[in-house]
């Protein structure tokens, strides 16, 4: 296996935060690194960015290992990710911070540190009817709750800001930072044609939100939020509205970005679980994981996480690493 740099040639049969727009909307600098056989066959890819932030040079995965063949195995990868950690190296990043939500690696590299980590899918391909039949009872009632009371479902860039606030909103509620507005405009921006941003309306008030973004490869449920009283069933009513218009479109999936794996029973995290897999999702599982290059700097961001947000998400999620459910490469 060889690695080295190469030209990005997306399409939309690709994750859509492998295009260009996107790494250039969220990274100071971003590319795509090839992998390859001996004999000089492309095996996969691996989409990244470069986010600056203060003293820090952070290597960030937006989407996984995209394989280039149908054969592309975990050992391969594995080997894979162990060169493509030197390449990093040699461009002088100070780490790999953990990737994005949806980007489900299904190895890590040697050396890394590793959690478990997974997210709940939905086969598009399947009919509408089959679709709604896996919805459970109780969400089939929300979603027919809301319809009662008159919530609408629309979409529209004029919801840019109103998502924004609800998102916001929704993350502050759980003490958790969110990007600036500046920041989410660029998001959206960078996704171009491939965002849709869905709200759910009751006499004239966003009740909920849900920004998309999606190519024909796959659907994601990136940012949604909720008033803090919102009227029962809106983000349900949302979430199966937007199943239904990505099949009509002819996307191949629906994932809803990101699930950790096992939660602490009666938590937040094992609700929005339940939520999730109450549509009839299938949760795929693998890992999440960071390097350290520069040690001092990496302990130094592993504090400002700590200050920031509690830890990252590999931080919370590691000790799980090894146990029954948790998995190991």
């Known amino acids: 296996m060889r690695v080295r740099p190469i030209e990005i040639n997306w399409h939309p049969r690709m994750p859509i935060f492998a295009k260009e727009s996107f790494l250039k909307a969220v990274g100071d600098e971003y590319g795509w690194l090839g992998g390859f056989s001996e004999s000089g066959e492309l095996r996969c890819i691996l989409p990244y960015t470069i986010v600056r932030k203060s003293v820090f040079r952070m290597v960030r995965f937006r989407v996984e290992t995209i394989p280039a063949g149908p054969d592309f195995d975990v050992a391969e990868e594995k080997d894979f990710l162990n060169l493509a950690v030197g390449y990093f190296r ?37 009919p509408e009817e089959e679709l709604w039949r896996n919805v459970a009872k109780i969400s089939r009632q929300n979603i ?23 998102v916001r909103q929704t993350f502050k509620r759980s003490r958790l930072p969110f990007m600036s507005r500046a920041e989410y405009g660029r998001y959206i921006e960078g996704l171009g044609e491939h965002a849709k941003v869905m709200v759910a309306v009751l006499q004239g008030t966003v009740h909920s939100s849900t920004v998309y973004a999606f190519s024909d490869h796959c659907a994601y449920a990136v940012y949604g939020g909720n008033l803090a009283d919102t009227q029962q069933g809106t983000m349900k009513l949302l979430q199966w509205e937007g199943v239904r218009l990505f099949k009509e479109c002819g996307v191949k999936r629906f ?20 939520f999730k897999r109450r549509f009839g999702a299938t949760l795929e599982q693998g890992y999440l994981w960071k390097y350290p290059f520069h040690p001092l700097k990496y302990r130094l961001y592993g504090l400002a996480a700590r200050v920031r947000s509690g830890g990252d998400i590999v931080d919370a999620e590691r000790h799980k690493l090894g146990r029954p459910g948790g998995g190991g490469a």
């Open 144 to 166: 027919g709750t809301a319809k009662k009371a008159g919530v609408s479902i629309l979409s529209g860039e004029e919801y840019i800001d109103v998502s924004y606030d609800l």
């Open 90 to 126: 040699s461009l002088k990043a100070d780490m790999i911070i953990p990737a994005t939500a949806n980007a489900i690696f299904r190895t890590y590299p040697d050396g890394a540190d590793a959690a478990p980590y997974g997210t709940y899918v939905i086969d598009l391909a399947r």
């Open 255 to 274: 994932d809803f970005f990101g699930a950790r794996i096992d939660p602490e029973k009666g938590s937040k995290q094992e609700a929005i679980n339940s």
